[in-house]
């Protein structure tokens, strides 16, 4: 896949090129898809569940690849300017505990015997709410501390070198898995932005794909017809 588009930046409302935005929606978005799904399960159907339980070990990869991706690239350049990002990465550590505690709490269910899987299912249920509200709080202060740091010691350019960087070292496949989450996520204007970056830059092939796999199937048929007449698609 092509690298030279912008895959999850979209400027701010300052202006100002937001690393942080359109992923931490997407991670938002499924977070609280899932949790709505763990809620609402029947944990003793375990042929229903088994769907739910491989949508959350992909949240999980991705989350986990997500706050990788922040240390290997956003904080070593914040390290580099001289800037301390130690409460970050031990919000980061605590993030790879609960990734290990959650990975442990699945294997129990799928190990559970009928009787006992209603009560592994809401042990992760509960388990997952509290990661999420963790993450929530930590995104919070990503965006509204850690965001203006690198505003004030990056050009808008240099960000988008270290989002470059970040998507460089990604995976197809990877690429389109975080896609996926985060064009359902964000407004039909940033999803109009991020996406006609995407068509100008990409091999048409690639953009042809990005749109058949990662981001029709995530939208309502209206919110399709708006992206598609915003980037002029031929239907
Ligand atoms: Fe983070």
Same mark, same amino acid.
């Not at 701010?12 to 942080?20: E, Q, S, T």
């Given at each position: 896949?092509?690298?030279?588009?912008?895959?999850?930046?979209? !400027?701010?409302?300052?202006?100002?090129?937001?690393?942080?935005?359109?992923?931490?929606?997407?991670?938002?978005?499924?977070?609280?898809?899932?949790?709505?799904? &763990?809620?609402?399960?029947?944990?003793?159907?375990?042929?229903?569940?088994?769907?739910?339980?491989?949508?959350?070990?992909?949240?999980?990869?991705?989350?986990?690849?997500?706050?990788?991706?922040?240390?290997?690239?956003?904080?070593?350049? &914040?390290?580099?300017?001289?800037?301390?990002?130690?409460?970050?990465?031990?919000?980061?550590?605590?993030?790879?505990?609960?990734?290990?505690?959650?990975?442990?709490?699945?294997?129990?269910?799928?190990?559970?015997? !009928?009787?006992?899987?209603?009560?592994?299912?809401?042990?992760?249920?509960?388990?997952?709410?509290?990661?999420?509200?963790?993450?929530?709080?930590?995104?919070?202060?990503?965006?509204?501390?850690?965001?203006?740091?690198?505003?004030?010691?990056?050009?808008?350019?240099?960000?988008?070198?270290?989002?470059?960087?970040?998507?460089?070292?990604?995976?197809?496949?990877?690429?389109?898995?975080?896609?996926?989450?985060?064009? !359902?996520?964000?407004? !039909?204007?940033?999803?109009?932005?991020?996406?006609?970056?995407?068509?100008?830059?990409?091999?048409?092939?690639?953009?042809?794909?990005?749109?058949?796999?990662?981001?029709?199937?995530? &939208?309502?048929?209206?919110?399709?017809?708006?992206?598609?007449?915003?980037?002029?698609?031929?239907?």
């Amino acid at each position: 896949m092509s690298h030279e588009f912008s895959l999850t930046s979209i !400027p701010d409302l300052n202006g100002r090129y937001d690393i942080y935005g359109a992923i931490h929606k997407g991670l938002r978005k499924a977070g609280c898809d899932l949790l709505g799904r &763990l809620a609402t399960a029947d944990f003793h159907n375990a042929e229903e569940a088994v769907f739910l339980i491989g949508d959350l070990r992909n949240y999980l990869m991705l989350a986990a690849s997500h706050v990788s991706h922040e240390d290997d690239h956003i904080h070593v350049a &914040l390290a580099a300017k001289g800037v301390s990002t130690v409460t970050l990465d031990e919000q980061h550590d605590d993030h790879r505990t609960a990734f290990r505690e959650l990975e442990e709490l699945i294997v129990a269910w799928e190990k559970a015997w !009928p009787l006992h899987k209603a009560a592994c299912g809401r042990k992760l249920y509960l388990a997952f709410a509290a990661y999420i509200a963790d993450d929530f709080a930590h995104m919070h202060e990503e965006e509204t501390v850690t965001g203006p740091l690198l505003w004030r010691n990056f050009t808008d350019n240099e960000i988008l070198g270290i989002e470059m960087d970040i998507i460089a070292s990604l995976p197809p496949e990877k690429s389109m898995a975080f896609m996926r989450i985060m064009i !359902p996520a964000i407004n !039909p204007a940033e999803r109009a932005a991020l996406l006609g970056a995407m068509k100008k830059d990409a091999p048409p092939e690639i953009f042809q794909a990005v749109i058949d796999f990662a981001v029709r199937p995530g &939208l309502s048929a209206i919110d399709f017809a708006q992206l598609a007449d915003a980037l002029k698609l031929v239907a």
